[in-house]
Every structure is written in C-alpha cells, then in structure tokens.
C-alpha cells in the first residue's frame, strides 16, 4: 500500500465520475478527488480564456483553478464499498438516467 509521507490530503480534479482511475485512487484516503463535468470546464474556458482552443495542458490549468478558487462548490467523488462500485455500471444505462431494468 502506498503511504503520503507528507501525511495530508492530496486533492486533484478529473474530467470523469467514474471507473477504473476513480476507483483506484479512492483506495488511498489520503486522495480527495473533484469530478469536475467537461461542460463545465469548457464553460470556464470560454467565459475567461481568450483562445478557445482545447488542449490538455489548458484543460489541466482550467482544472487547477476551478479547485483552487470553487473548491466549496465541486462535488467530492463517493468513496463507495468495493462491491457498489462493481455494481453501479450494471444498474446504470448509457441512454440516460433510468435504470436498465425500466421499460
């Protein structure tokens, strides 16, 4: 298991609320993770960049900002059990909110 040796938490944003990366660094509890919409990030890039343009280092940076001055409005991604992640995909579907199981 890897240990922060500063012993504080690590908080970082990603452009998903889900899978396999969010679910292997919410394993660690030093880790606090911001699911950040990628509407909402190109949103910001347009409102206060000047080049719309999208890259990842711009994207990153847009990132960095929205967690260092929004932090009190971004959503803390659930650190849910093993077994309620595995079953989340299952219960889900692509087409929308409903469930899969509903006609």
């Not at 919409?37 to 960095?64: E, G, H, M, V, W």
Request: aromatic share 8%; glycine share 4%.
């Amino acid at each position: 298991m890897i240990a922060c040796a500063s012993g504080k938490k690590e908080a970082s944003t990603l452009e998903q609320t889900r899978g396999p990366l969010i679910y292997a660094l919410l394993e660690y509890p030093f880790f606090v993770l911001y699911p950040v919409n990628p509407a909402t990030t190109a949103r910001y890039r347009q409102a206060f960049k000047t080049s719309r343009a999208k890259d990842d280092p711009s994207d990153a940076q847009i990132c960095l900002e929205l967690l260092l001055h929004h932090r009190e409005k971004l959503p803390l991604a659930a650190r849910g059990c093993a077994d309620a992640r595995t079953l989340l995909p299952l219960t889900t579907s692509p087409y929308g909110s409903r469930s899969a199981h509903s006609s």
